[in-house]
């Protein structure tokens, strides 16, 4: 049986909605910086756009999924260890530091 994972559009478009987001932050310092020095001709950045290609993306898709199901799986070992048949969000809490250093 293969695992299910993410679906690679909608990691797709979460990636874009980052770099969007990320671009016009850039955009907006670039224009305070503007302000406060001069510019000389031929030195601004251009911007382009940020691209993924399908393998990456289903990597992400991979990667993604199994962090989530590590994490759940942690969880799932704290929850029982405290006889605890749901997982909440402190189980989570408390196995996020590790989780992201082993990842």
Do not use: Y
């Not at 016009?24 to 503007?34: F, Q």
């Not at 302000?35 to 940020?50: H, Q, Y």
């Not at 029982?80 to 992201?100: D, F, S, Y």
């Amino acid at each position: 049986m293969e695992a299910v994972s993410f679906d690679p559009d909608l990691i797709h478009a979460i990636f874009k909605l980052v770099w969007t987001r990320r671009a016009l932050e850039r955009e907006k310092n670039e224009g305070a910086n503007a302000l406060d020095c001069e510019v000389g001709a031929g030195t601004s950045k251009k911007i382009r756009a940020t691209t993924a290609n399908a393998n990456a993306l289903k990597l992400s898709c991979e990667f993604l999924r199994m962090f989530i199901t590590e994490a759940v799986q942690r969880a799932a070992a704290i929850a029982e260890a405290e006889g605890v048949n749901k997982i909440e969000a402190t189980h989570l809490e408390r196995i996020l530091p590790q989780l992201l250093l082993d990842f």
